[in-house]
């Protein structure tokens, strides 16, 4: 049976997900959370607390799926891995995508926000280093970045509706780039 702290982090992302920030308040999110009013200001006291609890929790949920996904042995399985998560992140983690995309946006007007999501991203990039570390590219720095900002615009395109794109052979094209450019 999940905890009140667990109930809220998930109704957070949904109503982040479904309501954007806008609609991300506490009493909200007791409601998705089918608790009592008050529920979530007892545990998260503070808009910046629910924020940076909801982000903390979208990268403790990823961070294990993100790893296993990049182990590889070869540079040749990197952008299979890297489709296969690309479309988890919009299919099964289709909702907490959507709602990063809504603190990223946010975060454009909100410092702490942006230091928040900055803190979280830099946990995401380790597994995505690691992978091209594996693989031996050289400069792995470089080639998470260049995958990290692919990701996120490609993601950015896809919620936001306006460009039908084939991501496949972006993100493909990507991962050769971020290969030849890290060696």
Do not use: W
């Amino acid at each position: 049976m999940a905890s009140n702290r667990e109930k809220i982090l998930h109704a957070a992302i949904e109503v982040l997900a479904s309501q954007g920030a806008s609609g991300f308040t506490h009493r909200r999110v007791d409601r998705q959370a089918a608790l009592p009013e008050g529920s979530t200001s007892n545990i998260f006291r503070t808009r910046k607390a629910l924020l940076q609890g909801v982000t903390e929790h979208m990268v403790n949920l990823e961070s294990p799926l993100l790893a296993a996904s990049l182990d590889v042995e070869f540079k040749e399985q990197l952008a299979n891995a890297f489709i296969g998560i690309f479309e988890h992140l919009i299919g099964p983690l289709r909702t907490p995508t959507a709602a990063r995309m809504v603190l990223f946006v946010e975060a454009g007007h909100e410092p702490e926000l942006s230091q928040i999501l900055s803190a979280g991203r830099q946990r995401m990039l380790v597994p995505i280093r690691s992978a091209f570390e594996q693989v031996g590219v050289l400069d792995a720095a470089r080639a998470t970045d260049l995958m990290a900002t692919c990701f996120e615009g490609l993601l950015l395109q896809t919620f936001g509706g306006y460009a039908d794109l084939d991501y496949r052979p972006i993100i493909t094209a990507a991962v050769e780039t971020a290969i030849k450019s890290g060696t």
